[in-house]
């Protein structure tokens, strides 16, 4: 079997659906995925006081649970810049931003055409990241809605099955 990193290797020199398929499928195995998983908020009190090595630290012990989360790498980039160390801190923002554009690349947001996301965090860091603040989600049927204060409202999928079908 092919590793983590080989996985996301492959997937970046070639972002297709197959490549894309066999990295989420490798995440979803891994003994310590979480689908609930909220990077974010677990940091920030290590963000805030300056403990950027905790915070990468933190997040290294997300891995490979983890692994494409765009959270977690923003969050790295974040605490790397903070350590002084910029070209780790560029890898992880272009990780990160790899990661929405993967999320992007499964659908357009409406309920015929959901975006598949990992985690419900990542479904977050699309509406984050397009500049838009949510303001509610529902399930609707096996989708959430995310309702955004403009009223924008984009459909998600949380493709937790990837690796069983």
């Known amino acids: 079997m092919a590793t983590y990193a080989e996985l996301l290797d492959v997937y970046l020199r070639d972002p297709d659906p197959e490549s894309l398929r066999a990295l989420r499928e490798a995440i979803l195995e891994a003994p310590n995925f979480r689908p609930d998983l909220e990077i974010t908020e677990m940091i920030a009190p290590m963000m805030s006081v300056g403990d950027y090595a905790g915070a990468v630290a933190a997040v290294h012990g997300l891995m490979p649970g983890a692994i494409f989360s765009p959270s977690a790498h923003a969050a790295l980039a974040d605490a790397q810049r903070g350590l002084g160390n910029p070209e780790q801190a560029q890898r992880e923002s272009i990780l990160a931003q790899a ?67």
């Open 99 to 165: 990661a929405l554009d993967s999320i992007i690349s499964t659908g357009d947001g409406t309920e015929s055409d959901p975006w598949s996301v990992l985690r419900t965090s990542d479904a977050y860091d699309v509406v984050l990241a397009s500049g838009k603040t949510p303001r509610s989600q529902v399930a609707v049927g096996n989708l959430d809605r995310i309702v955004c204060t403009d009223s924008t409202v984009w459909f998600f999928e949380i493709t937790t099955e990837l690796a069983r079908s």
